[in-house]
């Protein structure tokens, strides 16, 4: 009571003028969400209630789900650019009806998976923006009879390298190193890790993906063409469709794999070492993976 009688006059009207402010905030992005609500409801083909893959920053777990894949925590600050809206799309056809309302309504869309983009580049844009997270279509099924698994963009490499263990002991994938870099932006950037110099690159073992385009098709191999397929294997994410899936070659690898670490200061010559290393390791079997990490 003290306070309320304490107040002076413009202090109350500056407090008018910023509820006012925002209360026509709030009603914007009512209507944002309302507009894209109404838009997927028009054709909603799939069982999930649509509403449950929407959020607007009035919905208490938009903050949670923003943050859920941000793994820079310097891309958290209030100051970072924020969603207008984020979508989580259960199966392709939310993904397609997600893409056919944003172009509908003139959304700038943002695709994140696993949301290691070093720039944030899956959640962030100076522009206004939504997110279509890929959070939900994580789904893994490997088949070791063929040597094949169909893997969800949402899914990450490390639930990727469970599943194969969980069925194999002598199959593997040749990916990233970091367990939980997403599939989605890690194999259509192209992908490589411990495995590199045995198989490859991570791209060179896909054979086929579930896409959705700028026109909310849902193609596969076949039907978004070679020239397509070619491009959402290492030409960047976001650049070409959104990614669903891919369906990847699985590698042979001995049940028993030997790991050790070799430690060099620069007292101990390891400049030497390095510079050695350079001219050896073309002729060095290629069974042996060998990688040079510097650190302070
Ligand atoms: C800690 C760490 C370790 C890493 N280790 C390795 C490594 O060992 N080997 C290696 O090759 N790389 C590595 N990387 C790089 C990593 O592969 C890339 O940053 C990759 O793009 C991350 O994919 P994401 O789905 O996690 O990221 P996101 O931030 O979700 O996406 C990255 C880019 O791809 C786009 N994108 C995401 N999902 C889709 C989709 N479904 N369809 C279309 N576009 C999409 C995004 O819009 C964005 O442009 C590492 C990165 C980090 C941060
Ligand atoms: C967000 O809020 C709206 C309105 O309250 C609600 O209908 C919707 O289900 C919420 N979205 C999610 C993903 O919980
Ligand atoms: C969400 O985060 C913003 C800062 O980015 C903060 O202002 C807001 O209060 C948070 N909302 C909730 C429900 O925690
Ligand atoms: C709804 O379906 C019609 C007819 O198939 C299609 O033209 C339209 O793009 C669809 N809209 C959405 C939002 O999916
Ligand atoms: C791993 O395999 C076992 C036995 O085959 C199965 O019961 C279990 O569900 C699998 N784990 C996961 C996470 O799928
Ligand atoms: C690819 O899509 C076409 C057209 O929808 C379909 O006929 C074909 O069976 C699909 N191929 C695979 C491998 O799923
Ligand atoms: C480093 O190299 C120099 C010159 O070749 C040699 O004299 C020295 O003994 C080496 N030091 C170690 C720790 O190997």
Not at 12 to 34: M, P
Request: aromatic share 10%.
């Amino acid at each position: 009571m003290k306070i309320c009688t304490n107040i002076k006059p413009y202090l109350l009207f500056s407090l008018v003028i910023v509820s006012l402010f925002s209360l026509s905030r709030t009603s914007l992005l009512d209507s944002t969400y309302n507009n894209f609500l109404q838009c997927l409801l028009k054709n909603q083909t799939s069982p999930t209630d649509i509403s449950n893959i929407l959020y607007s920053n009035q919905n208490t777990s938009y903050n949670s789900t923003l943050n859920s894949n941000i793994r820079n925590l310097r891309f958290t600050y209030p100051t970072t650019p924020k969603p207008l809206l984020i979508v989580t799309p259960y199966n392709p056809s939310q993904v397609s009806e997600s893409i056919i309302c944003a172009r509908k309504l003139s959304h700038l869309v943002k695709i994140r998976s696993g949301g290691h983009d070093y720039d944030g580049l899956s959640y962030i844009s100076d522009d206004p923006f939504i997110i279509l997270d890929m959070q939900n279509l994580r789904g893994i099924k490997v088949d070791p009879t063929t040597a094949t698994a169909y893997v969800e963009a949402g899914a990450t490499l490390g639930e990727l390298y469970y599943m194969i263990q969980n069925v194999s002991n002598t199959l593997g994938f040749p990916a990233g190193v970091c367990p939980t870099v997403g599939v989605g932006g890690h194999v259509s950037g192209g992908g490589y890790g411990n495995l590199i110099r045995k198989y490859g690159l991570t791209v060179d073992h896909v054979v086929d993906a579930t896409i959705v385009d700028f026109q909310g098709r849902i193609l596969n191999r076949s039907s978004m063409g070679e020239d397509l397929f070619w491009a959402i294997r290492g030409g960047g994410g976001a650049s070409f469709a959104v990614v669903v899936s891919y369906t990847v070659n699985l590698v042979p690898v001995p049940e028993t794999v030997t790991v050790f670490n070799v430690q060099r200061f620069l007292t101990d010559n390891a400049t030497d070492l390095v510079y050695k290393w350079q001219f050896l390791i073309k002729d060095i079997d290629h069974n042996l993976f060998m990688r040079l990490l510097l650190q302070l």
